[in-house]
């Protein structure tokens, strides 16, 4: 049972003013947040029976020292913020920002933080050279910096030392719990602070039928939280939560909309925005309190695991001072080889430090393979209207990042199989390897619709309490599966139906429902983003796959199917030239 009490109050002031040319706006904000959080629980093993449910845990005949559990815990966050806007002839434009914010999450020494913002604009529509031009709407120019704090990455009570409970022993022939220290106190834990420069132009022409808007920030992010290891003694605990880190962020941001098309019966616009981003790890070593503190040089953030993987090295993506966040480090192959002369394929892996034998190891035969985040985006919007019809659709794109198809790496390798299923391309490589290399390391660019929606605006002047009516109709256009590597499996016929469908999921990331039905089972992606399950179970496979195949709305689906026969397999097989793109499983009940 868990319970959540979270009480919110401010209090605001605000003072306007206008004299002559000069505008003035003066605001004042204090507000208090109390956060409250306490729940307990409680464990029970072999019963006897499971009629009772969870409403009679005695009637379980174990259990132990432990399965009572329950919290508490709370924080509280007070600020004060000030704001003074000044204009004058709405052509110079200034704004001061003062706030200061006090957590009870943060050490004893550094309870409160400081952070001011100030910002400048200048309207140049408004001067007396633009001011006559018909062709320009708008155009302003702006610049700003300012200093934001964060305390969301400190848990409550994060800067005292703590103890809990660590088992029991018996002390004159009763038990007694013990406890032991799991917190080193920091008192001077505090704000993360980042500070950031802006500078924009917005300007829009031919009465704002054009607009666009241009952004360049930079950012430095300084008392970076990271819980480092520390010696013992002279600590009471062997990590410690501090402030010694930083980080960097650069970027671009274009955005620009067009009407090139507007009558009364017809319009068409067009938006589009593109971003472009760069991050870099500066920093994770310092002192406190006169302890060289540092982070290790390597930092592992995702790896390889899950159903059919069984491996060593199999870190894939790091944390590294001096690169981006999210890096992969990968020993590099430059493909397949057949050592054996029998025609077994292994990943063969490039020695890349210069030493007489292969090694996988942090520091050895690995390199910087490229990263996880993209460092372009790009969007847009397109939208045109006929009288009472329009159509609009919608894009998005990254570019410049890598992706890791650990899916292929485990499901390519034939040394699992049968005790796991392979995907359809695994005999004809026949790969018995399971080395995390650069071999399945692909490029993760994309530019997607996402969307295609029609609307028809009803004409409402005939219907009595109606003022508007509105028909749409909207088909997504994105895919479950990458057209490019479907999740496609050969089973040996001893795993059921739950067994690969939990496998289906690991691999897929993605969260779905199964059902165990006799006959064909169709999996959907819809729009809404959840699954439809629909099954038959009379008519032969064919029949029942093309009826599925026949509803437009449905471009790919995940067939399964219980019989092991070749005949069944080779019905559904001969869909994959149809209209829909078919995903193939064979699973036996």
């Known amino acids: ?10 209090f605001t002031a605000n003072y306007k003013k206008s004299f002559g040319k000069h505008y003035m706006d003066v605001l004042g904000l ?3 947040q109390d956060y409250q959080y306490s729940g307990f629980g409680s464990n029970a093993r072999y019963f006897a029976t499971n009629f009772f449910g969870f409403n ?13 559990t329950s919290y508490a815990n709370g ?4 600020s004060f913020m000030g704001r003074f806007n000044y204009s004058y002839a709405d052509k110079y434009i200034a704004t001061i920002n003062m706030r200061g914010d006090g957590s009870s999450k943060l050490g004893a020494n550094n309870k409160w933080g400081f952070f001011p913002s100030a910002s400048l604009a200048w309207v140049l529509k408004e001067e007396d050279f633009l001011k006559d031009v018909s062709a320009v709407s708008n155009l302003k120019v702006r610049v700003g910096y300012g200093l934001t704090g964060n305390q969301d990455a400190i848990s409550a009570y994060n800067s005292l030392m703590l103890m809990s409970p660590t088992g029991t022993t018996t002390v004159n022939g009763k038990p007694v719990v013990t406890y032991g220290i799991n917190r080193n106190d920091n008192p001077d834990l505090r704000w993360e602070v980042k500070k950031m420069f802006d500078a924009g132009i917005d300007a829009s022409f031919f009465d704002n039928r054009l607009s666009a808007t241009f952004d360049y920030y930079y950012s430095k992010t300084t008392d970076l939280l990271y819980n480092y290891s520390v010696p013992v003694p002279p600590f009471a605990y062997g990590s410690m939560l501090a402030n010694l880190g930083s980080m960097m962020n650069e970027g671009v941001e274009f955005s620009v909309t067009a009407i090139p098309l507007k009558k009364k019966d017809m319009e068409l616009t067009v938006s589009a925005n593109f971003s472009w981003q760069r991050n870099e790890l500066l920093s994770l070593d310092g002192t406190y309190n006169g302890q060289p503190l540092s982070a290790e040089k390597y930092m592992s953030l995702a790896s390889m695991n899950g159903a059919g993987f069984i491996g060593g090295n199999n870190k894939v993506v790091y944390q590294m001072v001096g690169q981006p966040v999210g890096v992969f480090y990968l020993p590099k192959s430059d493909g397949l080889v057949d050592k054996e002369g029998n025609g077994v394929y292994t990943y063969h892996v490039v020695n890349l430090d210069g030493n007489k034998k292969i090694e996988l190891e942090d520091g050895k035969d690995r390199y910087i393979a490229g990263q996880a985040m993209p460092k372009f985006y790009l969007g847009g919007n397109i939208s045109f209207r006929y009288k009472q019809f329009d159509i609009q659709t919608q894009f998005t794109g990254a570019f410049g990042h890598k992706i890791y198809n650990g899916t292929s790496l485990t499901y390519m390798n034939m040394s699992q199989f049968p005790t796991y299923n392979v995907m359809t391309g695994a005999p004809e ?3 018995h390897d399971q080395t995390v290399t650069d071999y399945w390391l692909e490029r993760g660019d994309y530019v997607h619709f996402d969307y295609v929606t029609l609307g028809w605006n009803l004409n409402t002047k005939n219907l009595k309490n109606v003022n508007a009516l509105r028909l749409t109709f909207s088909d997504c256009l994105w895919e479950l599966f990458d057209p490019s590597n479907p999740a496609s499996f050969y089973s040996d016929g001893n795993g059921d139906l739950a067994e690969l469908a939990d496998e289906f999921v690991a691999i897929n990331n993605e969260v779905v429902d199964y059902t165990h039905e006799l006959g064909l089972t169709v999996w959907t992606h819809n729009c809404r983003g959840n699954y439809e399950i629909r099954s038959a179970s009379e008519g032969t496979y064919e029949d029942i796959a093309k009826k599925f195949l026949a509803e437009q709305h449905y471009d790919r689906f995940f067939l399964e199917w219980d019989s092991d ?18 995903v193939f499983g064979l699973l036996s009940s």
């Open 429 to 431: 490589k026949n790969i």
């Open 75 to 78: 924080n509280k966050l007070v």
């Open 56 to 68: 009679n845990l005695m009637a379980g005949a174990d259990i132990k020292h432990g399965d009572a």
């Open 1 to 10: 049972d868990n319970k959540s009490n979270i009480l919110l109050g401010n």
């Open 30 to 32: 204090a507000e208090i």
């Open 565 to 582: 026969t070749a005949g069944d397999i080779k019905a559904l097989e001969d869909l994959k030239d149809s209209k829909a793109e078919v």
